[in-house]
């Protein structure tokens, strides 16, 4: 399944759908209704979907640099960002999350893969993630940062982002993707040093 026929599949079976370029229009269209979001960059056939639960586009600060909450997938969205420059959004509403989910599961099952990510190389979730952040030193925004503040991105991406940590009084909780841009997360596991490099090489800020 390409762009152009999950786009065509989900039109022919949402209740409605809305595309939006920015914050202003997604807050215009944007309701509490179960629904799939579907993300096009402008790169050849790069796409990415999945349901918008708990309005995950808000908290995948693509269209806000202010980071809320916390979100698995950001980091990856943010790094396509810059690589490829975001094209639009569409936003495609279901009677129910069951229904939303299916049809997220549906474009996996077509793309013969298990993941929600298309046009980037990996079979598994770590393995597109370094993919996408390998594309994303090549970038003439990475490139631009001196080398001690990439040494330090390279520390959050490696060790904390892909780590699993585990929490420092707590062993039997470990820390996920989405754990990581979550405000105070990097004080937290002691990492306060982290939050300047990921702030100026993500262009967010947490606070």
């Known amino acids: ?12 079976n949402c209740l409605s759908f809305f595309t939006c370029n920015n914050e202003n229009e997604f807050k215009e269209k944007h309701d509490n209704s179960p629904s799939l979001y579907f993300i096009k960059w402008k790169g050849d056939n ?3 979907w999945g349901t918008s639960k708990s309005n995950r586009i808000r908290k995948s600060s693509i269209f806000n640099r202010k980071l809320t909450g916390k979100y698995d997938r950001r980091v990856d969205y943010l790094m396509l960002k810059k690589i490829y420059g975001l094209d639009k959004v569409f936003i495609f509403k279901f009677k129910n999350d069951q229904d939303s989910r299916y049809h997220e599961s549906i474009i996996k099952q077509k793309k013969n893969q298990k993941h929600c990510f298309s046009g980037i190389q990996g079979s ?13 030193k090549k970038t003439n925004w990475f490139d631009k940062f001196d080398e001690d503040l990439k040494n330090l991105f390279d520390e959050f ?3 904390v982002f892909l780590g699993k940590l585990k929490h420092p009084t707590n062993p039997r909780r470990t820390f996920y993707y989405g754990d990581c ?8 596991i002691e990492k306060k040093y982290l ?4 702030e100026q090489i993500l262009d967010v800020h947490f606070y």
């Open 1 to 12: 399944m390409n762009y152009f026929e999950s786009i065509e599949y989900l039109k022919l």
């Open 46 to 48: 790069v796409f990415n």
């Open 124 to 136: 598994n979730r770590d393995e597109i993630s370094r993919t996408i952040y390998s594309m994303f």
């Open 157 to 159: 991406f490696n060790d």
């Open 181 to 188: 841009l979550e405000p105070k997360f990097l004080r937290t």
């Open 195 to 198: 939050e300047d490099p990921v």
